[in-house]
């Protein structure tokens, strides 16, 4: 019986706003800041890769606009990359979400969240004497047990919650984002009103010809700034249970990736006229410290210290359930399609997608275990570049494979939008398996491990059709 209800169309253009922007709020507003100063020593330099990285995100975000508007149903890029492409290509896609890009995503904001909670309230301390148990010298499980155990806590709590209904969930998304834009907006207000002297050598546009900065050392700090871009694209995951997805998930997508570059460039104008470049530099070399929350003491003290920090553990509360939500429909849509494990094609009488948002929950969980936030943001950066690029491309393939289809969003620029995106997606590509190599490893893995997994379903579902026919 399960199988045989459907998805419910609920969501108007403003919940998909909504969506956009939630998914994307998180984490990197807050944190990205200092990696950017310890790459680029220099505040101007720092703001144009918000800027660029805003930019080059709104030119993805336009591209992927056309090809949701002409495909757009349940499942976002997996339905994209399928009709594109193939069914083995899409897999991956599909594949690679859910072991790495939207897994990690939700445990690194849970992660942060976790953090953030330690700093208000000390959480006891856990399992310390497993502290030191590692596996290959590279995963410490049990390290920070107590933060980790939390964050867990949290995915499986929200997971229930959004099982419970999609309204549910969609009503905490909203609600937490108000408090998240209003909470910013004051940072913005009272930090640029409480500016005694600027920080030296500020916004100085001599720093652009001085030649410290190098193309591969702009493109590795503009990692910690896309990473805060990130989630735009997963507001087409629920296509499904969106009201006129084809003119409403296109509007949506732009307006709020609008709405969020705006957002950023104030915010971290405001960290970088309170905090100099050393000190956004210390802050990311001791580990421990998050940039807005010194910006927010240099002007508030001790009481905007705990102001700062419930910001972050409402923001990044709203972000994980936002990631949640949407995070689960494409394993739904695949499972559909005999692209994954049958029982996540399960609907429940609320009407979701309940064993996937299960298995997606108990994943998330078990990354939480595995590596540190800035260890998890870049793989999934590296990973879902990937394919961004391919459904990029997919606009050009679109055109030729179906030029009198009607398109009720046609990208902006075109053919130089998407071919500029196209090509900064390569060279992101191999710039992070340059910078970065032991995430790309790690990243690349998770990925071809789909391998094996595809050929065994595509198995067993030629055997099952042979059987029932």
């Given at each position: 019986?399960?199988?045989?209800?459907?998805?419910?169309?609920?969501?108007?253009?403003?919940?998909?706003?909504?969506?956009?922007?939630?998914?994307?709020?998180?984490?990197?507003?807050?944190?990205?800041?200092?990696?950017?100063?310890?790459?680029?020593?220099?505040?101007?330099?720092?703001?144009?890769?918000?800027?660029?990285?805003?930019?080059?995100?709104?030119?993805?975000?336009?591209?992927?606009?056309?090809?949701?508007?002409?495909?757009?149903?349940?499942?976002?890029?997996?339905?994209?990359?399928?009709?594109?492409?193939?069914?083995?290509?899409?897999?991956?896609?599909?594949?690679?979400?859910?072991?790495?890009?939207?897994?990690?995503?939700?445990?690194?904001?849970?992660?942060?969240?976790?953090?953030?909670?330690?700093?208000?309230?000390?959480?006891?301390?856990?399992?310390?004497?497993?502290?030191?148990?590692?596996?290959?010298?590279?995963?410490?499980?049990?390290?920070?047990?107590?933060?980790?155990?939390?964050?867990?806590?949290?995915?499986?709590?929200?997971?229930?919650l959004n099982i419970s209904g999609l309204k549910s969930g969609a009503w905490v998304s909203k609600a937490i984002l108000w408090l998240v834009v209003t909470g910013l907006s004051v940072i913005v207000v009272f930090g640029l009103t409480n500016i005694s002297t600027l920080p030296p050598n500020y916004l100085n546009l001599a720093d652009l010809s001085a030649g410290t900065v190098t193309v591969s050392s702009f493109f590795t700090a503009m990692?910690?700034?896309?990473?805060?871009?990130?989630?735009?694209?997963?507001?087409?995951?629920?296509?499904?249970?969106?009201?006129?997805?084809?003119?409403?998930?296109?509007?949506?997508?732009?307006?709020?990736?609008?709405?969020?570059?705006?957002?950023?460039?104030?915010?971290?104008?405001?960290?970088?006229?309170?905090?100099?470049?050393?000190?956004?530099?210390?802050?990311?070399?001791?580990?421990?410290?998050?940039?807005?929350?010194?910006?927010?003491?240099?002007?508030?003290?001790?009481?905007?210290?705990?102001?700062?920090?419930?910001?972050?553990?409402?923001?990044?509360?709203?972000?994980?359930?936002?990631?949640?939500?949407?995070?689960?429909?494409?394993?739904?849509?695949?499972?559909?399609?005999?692209?994954?494990?049958?029982?996540?094609?399960?609907?429940?009488?609320?009407?979701?997608?309940?064993?996937?948002?299960?298995?997606?929950?108990?994943?998330?969980?078990?990354?939480?275990?595995?590596?540190?936030?800035?260890?998890?943001?870049?793989?999934?950066?590296?990973?879902?570049?990937?394919?961004?690029?391919?459904?990029?491309?997919?606009?050009?393939?679109?055109?030729?494979?179906?030029?009198?289809?009607?398109?009720?969003?046609?990208?902006?620029?075109?053919?130089?939008?998407?071919?500029?995106?196209?090509?900064?997606?390569?060279?992101?590509?191999?710039?992070?398996?340059?910078?970065?190599?032991?995430?790309?490893?790690?990243?690349?893995?998770?990925?071809?491990?789909?391998?094996?997994?595809?050929?065994?379903?595509?198995?067993?579902?030629?055997?099952?059709?042979?059987?029932?026919?």
């Amino acid at each position: 019986m399960g199988n045989q209800r459907n998805l419910i169309r609920t969501l108007g253009l403003g919940y998909v706003v909504i969506f956009v922007v939630a998914n994307i709020i998180g984490s990197g507003v807050y944190k990205k800041v200092a990696p950017m100063a310890a790459e680029l020593h220099s505040s101007v330099w720092i703001l144009l890769a918000w800027i660029v990285g805003g930019i080059i995100t709104l030119f993805g975000a336009l591209s992927n606009a056309e090809v949701a508007g002409l495909l757009a149903d349940t499942g976002g890029e997996f339905v994209y990359l399928k009709k594109i492409y193939n069914r083995f290509f899409a897999f991956m896609y599909g594949w690679s979400l859910f072991t790495i890009i939207q897994t990690a995503t939700i445990s690194s904001l849970a992660y942060v969240f976790a953090q953030s909670l330690n700093s208000i309230i000390p959480l006891p301390e856990i399992l310390t004497s497993l502290k030191d148990f590692t596996i290959g010298g590279i995963f410490f499980p049990f390290q920070d047990f107590n933060v980790k155990f939390t964050a867990i806590l949290l995915i499986l709590l929200l997971t229930f919650l959004n099982i419970s209904g999609l309204k549910s969930g969609a009503w905490v998304s909203k609600a937490i984002l108000w408090l998240v834009v209003t909470g910013l907006s004051v940072i913005v207000v009272f930090g640029l009103t409480n500016i005694s002297t600027l920080p030296p050598n500020y916004l100085n546009l001599a720093d652009l010809s001085a030649g410290t900065v190098t193309v591969s050392s702009f493109f590795t700090a503009m990692l910690a700034a896309f990473w805060a871009y990130q989630g735009w694209v997963s507001v087409g995951f629920i296509g499904g249970e969106i009201k006129d997805p084809t003119r409403n998930i296109p509007k949506g997508i732009v307006m709020g990736v609008f709405v969020v570059i705006l957002i950023y460039l104030l915010v971290n104008l405001t960290y970088i006229s309170l905090l100099s470049i050393p000190q956004l530099t210390e802050i990311h070399n001791s580990g421990n410290q998050i940039a807005a929350v010194e910006a927010v003491r240099s002007f508030w003290g001790t009481s905007g210290v705990l102001f700062i920090s419930l910001l972050i553990l409402i923001t990044t509360l709203g972000c994980t359930n936002a990631s949640i939500l949407t995070g689960s429909r494409p394993y739904y849509a695949m499972a559909r399609e005999g692209l994954f494990f049958s029982g996540i094609s399960k609907i429940n009488k609320a009407s979701v997608p309940s064993n996937s948002l299960l298995s997606q929950g108990i994943w998330a969980s078990i990354l939480v275990l595995s590596g540190t936030f800035d260890q998890l943001t870049d793989m999934v950066i590296f990973a879902v570049f990937i394919f961004y690029g391919a459904t990029t491309l997919g606009v050009f393939i679109l055109r030729r494979k179906m030029p009198d289809a009607h398109r009720p969003y046609k990208v902006w620029g075109y053919p130089y939008v998407p071919a500029f995106y196209i090509i900064f997606c390569i060279f992101l590509f191999f710039n992070t398996i340059i910078a970065r190599p032991r995430e790309a490893a790690i990243g690349m893995t998770l990925i071809l491990s789909g391998i094996p997994v595809y050929l065994f379903l595509k198995k067993r579902y030629s055997d099952k059709t042979a059987k029932d026919s």
